[in-house]
């Protein structure tokens, strides 16, 4: 089992940056892949990246270039890094956890807002 905790998030101007935390509580966070994903109202929640255990990246092309996910396995937290921030990035951001061998994550935070405007 692991708990995760998003932190970061809040209002930023187009072009600007936010970094977002997800601090996990439980065992063994290195063995996990770390995902981002955001849903914004009255849509979907959507895939925005993961980081696998080797420190290996994925993004959507949405965010490609723009976003970056990092992890600290010492601080058990994983980072989102966002730049060049739009309008259409304003959402719920959440980090999930999925654990070896599992095909989808299983472990999720509660959220953060991101709202990008002027």
């Known amino acids: 089992q692991v708990q995760l905790l998003e932190s970061g998030g809040g209002v930023v101007q187009p072009g600007g940056s936010l970094r977002l935390s997800c601090a996990a509580s439980g065992a063994a966070f290195s063995t996990y892949t770390m995902g981002w994903f955001r849903q914004a109202p009255g849509k979907e929640r959507e895939f925005v990246g993961r980081?696998?255990?080797?420190?290996?990246?994925g993004y959507a092309d949405s965010v490609k270039g723009r976003f970056s996910i990092s992890r600290d396995n010492a601080k058990n937290t994983a980072y989102l890094q966002m730049n060049s921030l739009k309008p259409e990035d304003t959402a719920v951001y959440y980090c999930?956890?999925?654990?070896?061998?599992?095909?989808?994550?299983?472990?999720w935070g509660q959220g953060t807002q991101v709202t990008v405007s002027s």
């Open positions: 999930a956890a999925r654990s070896v061998g599992r095909l989808t994550f299983d472990y």
């Open positions: 980081i696998y255990q080797n420190g290996g990246t």
